[in-house]
């Protein structure tokens, strides 16, 4: 082979490799998280700089999702698989992780990030665990997405490793993100002073979905309707329930979109001066929660009363 012909193979191969990666560098980073919630977070910050798709429904119970064929092939595709953690996923995450044979998101690897053991969770365990608990998160609520504060912070974790996977739109991820956070933290004070307004001090509900949305606005939970998280509520539960309602003079019942809300009925007939309301705790739970904001705002409306 001449001179002339090597400088023509070198050439094609150069411009090849230039045309193979081309499409690459353009490439749309394509991110799965396993609830709406995170979802929601997600696509703010990365704009149209990424595609974004939820395993979990707003309506669903997150603690029981079938680990269906579809959402294997979704997470086969991914380049990150974001989730909340704190076993929210343990039944069902695994499986698709296993099924998607798609190593770079697997645990421990940078295409894999768990959120909630990030922001400080709330009612980690202590001492001796055990099925006859109920159902215990031992590291912690996994309800973390319900506050609006850690909802920012979680943005932020997330754009970083955006950012790690995507460099060079590193700062438009932290920029978004930062953007988000500071509108949450500006609406919580709002949120905060509107819930005052209410005098609402105290809400029943039916599972610990919500731990974390009272512990940001100072609202007591001083019951819920399971005996045992997990556990459907017995008879004889429920009337100790109506006994502390009584004697607290709890003035909200909040049922999780995703629970029965019939028992509450149970309840009203004895306490009359009791309000319930069914509340969705995911984006997508409720027509018109699209944006994690909106999630905020339904559940001070249904403290108010709206």
Known sequence: ??????????????????????????????????????????EEVCGDLASVEAIAKGTQDPHYIEAKPSFM?????????????????????????????????????????????????????????SRAMGDIHPFGNPHVTIDPIRAGEIAVHIAKRLGELDSGNAARFLQNATALKTRLEAKTKLWQARIDKTGVKSIVTYHKTLTYFFDRFKIAHPAILEPKPGIPPTSGHIIDVIQLIRAQKIPLIFVENFFDPTVTNKIKQDVPSVRAATVAVSVDGAPGISKIDDLYENLVKNVEGH
């Not at 998607?100 to 922001?119: H, T």
Request: positive net charge.
């Open 1 to 42: 082979m001449n001179l002339k012909s090597v400088y023509l193979v070198a050439t094609f191969l150069f411009a090849a490799c230039i045309l193979a990666a081309a499409p690459l560098a353009h490439a749309k980073l394509r991110v799965v998280t396993t609830v709406t919630d995170l979802r929601a977070i997600t």
């Open 73 to 129: 092939v979704k997470a086969s595709r991914a380049d990150l698989m974001i989730s909340i953690g704190l076993d929210l996923e343990i039944g069902w995450l695994p499986s698709i992780l296993r099924g998607a044979r798609n190593p770079s998101i697997m645990k421990g690897q940078q295409g894999y990030l768990e959120v909630g053991p990030l922001v400080e969770p709330l009612e980690v365990s202590k001492g001796e665990i």
